[in-house]
Every structure is written in structure tokens, then in C-alpha cells.
């Protein structure tokens, strides 16, 4: 009788999966309702979400999908048990610090595992998978983002959701991808504009497939319906520009467009109800100027905020946030959290960015002096195309900002730069020269231990000054 059930005996693939998962899970949970107080920008998330079930109005500096989460996590965490030691009023009620955090914990678990989706579907390679899901996993400032009441995790969550879902629609052709997808991608936006980046990805590499097709051969050309749908084994796996034209303008315009606006400007409704000042049509629109409004009046310097960087620091991260800073006990106990990614991590993925950006540039010139066509194969031209343009869709549009911006505005191209790293990585550990495995292991083994070095300040464990300052290696650091 009991033979009558199989055992489970997962993969060890499968099992690293896991593995990964439940690591990002345990360390985003562990000690969570430290600090006793609003950290950071909790000043402003925190208060918005208790001021919906406090019935308060206010005015938020963005879209409210961010808010109403954090609302939600507050109300399911009152049913928890928590430590008495760990409850105030700082939100307009006596509320636990893990009531308002736990959700974007359990949020930001899951990136490790959208972003290892978005390699495979992408790559079908299961190291690729691995390699993005790990790295993502040792990073700080995706842990940092998942360990307080801040809105930037729920942006990456639905942007890379979305993306992903898109990705899966074009091996798999089913219509309920393509929806859910733009659905998702409007979400992100609706937590912050710049979420719209990943939005933005889409279009920029629909319209480059279409494009590139109707100049070698024009409209009549297209056989937009002839590509089937990629098997769960990568085969008909067509080029991945063709994949793109089996979503027609139509669908385009309907789905990711149409369906987007749709969406974001449903999610505004409780919140314009909830704020009777804003509940019509003309209070939707009017939030909408005053939000643009309040953005364009915010200054950059550091009288407006000590830690303003601008975009082209956050390749080196010239400038992390100190979200949390304390002294205390008879020993000077430093207890620290900085906003900072792994740096390791950091510096070797933007020169994965940078190595990329160099191989298409030589696969060009080589095309136009030396007639050479196969620098890149058709695959990988695909996965460099697509990180690239998402890459640059989340980076770029910073160029044009004038307010003070952070460096955890580089979170969403981030996680980009480390897909690029992964790739170039299992193209090292793939490779038959020794040489080449042994440099991927190194770096590996460097970003590992870095994680480890660095974890006190992504934590909050205490240190001693001088361990705070071995950690802090630039001036501009603090």
C-alpha cells in the first residue's frame, strides 16, 4: 500500500532551484522586525499604507499600487504573533514592524527566481539559469530593497513578471501570456513611472523585429502567422527577431498598450475613492499633473538630500544610500544599513555590460569592413539584443532627469548587467580551455565572498567602528 505514491526525487537542478529560493527566503526573514522605527523612506510608504485604513487623505509622490500592498501586508500581519518589543505607532497606529515588512520580503525572494525564468526562456540552458538565479541571490541591494516598507522591489517584481510572461508567450504562443504581460508590465508602472522602463524593453524590441523585417522585406514579405510556438525543448527555435512578428500591431496595440493604460488607471480608482478630493475623472487627471509637478520641483544637490548621485555613478556605485545608522552600547556598537549591491557583483557586471556592448559594436564593424556575418551566433544574438535594450530602456531615460535621483534607481537595469554576467560566465565554464573555467570560478568565489564580507551593513548586524570602516572603502560610501 505504501508503494502505492512514488518518492520525489528531484533533479539536482530542480533542488538547486529550491535551494536558492529558500535561501533568499530564510536571509530576507531573518531578524525582520529589527529596528524599531521607520527606516528610510518607511517614513513615507509605511504612513500612506496606515493612513488607508486610518481613512486619512494624503497625497502620494507616486502610483499607489506600492501603497495598497504594504496595506495589505499590515492587514494580514495584525493575525501574526510578533514580539512586543517590535511594535509602535509610528504609522498612526500601533502596528508591528514586521506587519508593514514581511510582504516585500517574501516579494523580493522571488526575483532570484523571475529572473533565472527570464534566462531560461531566453537561453534553455539551465547553467545560465543557475548562474543568474545565484548571483541575484549574493547581491545586497536586492536584499536591502526586500527587507523594508519601500516600493521598489514590488516594481522590479512586476516588471520582471511581466517581461517574462511576454518571453513565455513568444515560445509558447498562448493568448493569456501576452495579456497577463501587459498586464503585469503596467503594474510596475503603477508603482512607479519609471517602472514603465520594462514597458518600454517590450516596444523597443517589437518594433526593432518588425522594422529590421519590413526593410529586407517590406509588408508583403511578412508571414506573421507561420511560426509555430516553441516546444517546452527549445526546438523550432526560430530567430529571435522572427519571434517577435507573431505578435501582429493588432495584438500589440490591444494588449500591451491599450490593456496597460487600461489597467493603470483602474489601480488609481480605491485610491481617488478613498480621497474624495480626487474621486472623478478630473481628480484622476489632476493627481496626475501634480504628481509630474512635485517631481520636476524637487532639486539635485546635496542640500536637497546628502546621498543625490546621478546615473553614470551608479555603474561603479560612486554613492549607496545609509538607510539605517546607529551607535549604541558601552563599545560604540555600529548598527548600519546601506543601500549598496554587492560590490563585486556590481563592478563585474558592468564590465559584462561593457564586454557585450563590445562584441556587438565588433560584430558590426567586422560586418562592414571584413564581410564577416557569424561574430554571434543567431541565439545569442537574441539574448545580447534583448539584454541590451532593456538594459538601456532602464538606464537611459535617466540622462534626462533633473531631480535628485539614488542609486536605487539603478535596481532595474541591475538585474539586467547580471544576466549579461551569468552569460559570459557559462560561456567560461562551457569553455574547454582550463584557463577559462578558472577565471568564471574565481569570480564566482569572489562575489560569494564579498556577500559574506559585505552582509553586516546589507543586515543590520552590529560592528565595530573599525569593522564599519573596513567595510566602508571610499569616503563617498558613508
Known amino acids: 500500500m505504501l508503494n502505492r505514491f512514488p518518492k520525489l526525487r528531484p533533479t539536482p537542478y530542480q533542488a538547486s532551484i529550491v535551494a536558492i529560493f529558500v535561501f533568499s527566503l530564510v536571509i530576507r526573514f531573518w531578524n525582520l522586525g529589527q529596528f524599531n522605527e521607520l527606516v528610510f523612506d518607511e517614513v513615507y510608504y509605511a504612513k500612506f499604507a496606515s493612513d488607508y485604513w486610518l481613512g486619512n487623505d494624503f497625497f502620494p509622490s507616486h502610483p499607489p499600487l506600492s501603497h495598497y500592498l504594504i496595506a495589505l501586508a499590515m492587514g ?41 525564468a527570464i534566462a531560461y526562456l531566453l537561453t534553455q540552458r539551465r547553467l545560465v ?22 516600493n521598489n522591489i514590488y516594481l522590479v517584481f512586476f516588471g520582471l513578471l511581466g517581461q517574462a510572461l511576454v518571453l513565455w508567450h513568444l515560445r509558447q504562443g498562448k493568448l493569456w501570456q501576452l495579456i497577463l504581460g501587459g498586464i503585469s508590465l503596467a503594474c510596475a508602472g503603477s508603482v512607479k513611472w519609471n517602472g514603465f522602463a520594462f514597458l518600454l524593453g517590450i516596444y523597443l524590441l517589437w518594433a526593432i523585429a518588425w522594422f529590421r523585417t519590413v526593410f529586407r522585406q517590406g509588408w508583403a514579405g511578412q508571414q506573421v502567422n507561420s511560426l509555430e510556438p516553441l516546444d517546452g525543448n527549445g526546438q523550432n527555435n526560430h530567430d529571435f527577431f522572427s519571434r517577435w512578428l507573431t505578435i501582429s500591431p493588432f495584438k500589440f496595440a490591444l494588449w500591451l498598450v491599450v490593456a496597460p493604460v487600461i489597467t493603470y488607471s483602474v489601480i488609481w480608482i480605491p485610491h481617488l475613492l ?3 478630493e480626487y474621486a472623478s475623472l478630473e481628480g484622476f487627471w489632476r493627481i496626475q499633473r501634480q504628481t509630474w509637478q512635485y517631481h520636476r520641483r524637487v532639486g539635485n544637490s546635496p542640500d536637497i538630500h546628502p546621498y543625490c548621485s546621478p546615473w553614470y555613478s551608479w555603474l561603479v556605485m560612486a554613492r549607496p544610500i545609509a538607510y539605517f545608522y546607529q ?15 554587492n560590490p563585486i557583483l556590481l563592478w563585474f557586471s558592468t564590465g559584462a555590460m561593457g564586454l557585450l556592448l563590445g562584441t556587438i559594436a565588433w560584430q ?18 537574441g539574448v545580447t539584443l534583448y539584454i ?18 539614488f542609486f536605487y534607481h539603478y535596481l532595474t537595469a541591475y538585474g539586467f548587467s547580471i544576466l549579461a554576467l551569468a552569460l559570459i560566465l557559462a560561456t567560461l565554464l562551457d569553455s574547454p580551455q582550463r584557463s577559462h573555467r578558472i577565471i568564471a570560478w574565481t569570480v564566482l ?15 543590520g548586524m552590529p560592528l565595530t567602528p573599525k569593522g564599519f570602516a573596513l567595510r566602508m572603502l571610499f569616503p563617498s560610501w558613508i
Open 129 to 150: 539559469t543557475l548562474l543568474t538565479m545565484g548571483l541575484v541571490a549574493l547581491d545586497g541591494l536586492f536584499l536591502v530593497e526586500s527587507r523594508y516598507a519601500l
Open 364 to 381: 558590426k564593424i567586422s560586418q562592414f569592413f571584413f564581410n564577416r556575418t557569424n561574430s554571434i551566433n543567431v541565439p545569442l544574438r
Open 388 to 405: 541590451v535594450v532593456n538594459y538601456a530602456a532602464n538606464l537611459l531615460p535617466w540622462l534626462g532627469i533633473s531631480r535628485c535621483t
Open 274 to 276: 478613498m480621497n474624495g
Open 327 to 341: 551607535k549604541s552600547g558601552k563599545f560604540g556598537l555600529i548598527y548600519d544599513v546601506h543601500a549598496m549591491a
Open 445 to 459: 568565489t569572489l562575489v560569494a565572498i564579498a556577500f559574506w564580507y559585505w552582509s553586516p551593513v546589507f543586515l
Open 76 to 116: 494580514l500581519g495584525q493575525f501574526f504573533p510578533v514580539n512586543p518589543e517590535q511594535v509602535n505607532d509610528l504609522t498612526g497606529a500601533v502596528r508591528s514592524t514586521w506587519s508593514y515588512r514581511w510582504l516585500n520580503a517574501l516579494t523580493g525572494a522571488t526575483i532570484p527566481l523571475l529572473l533565472g
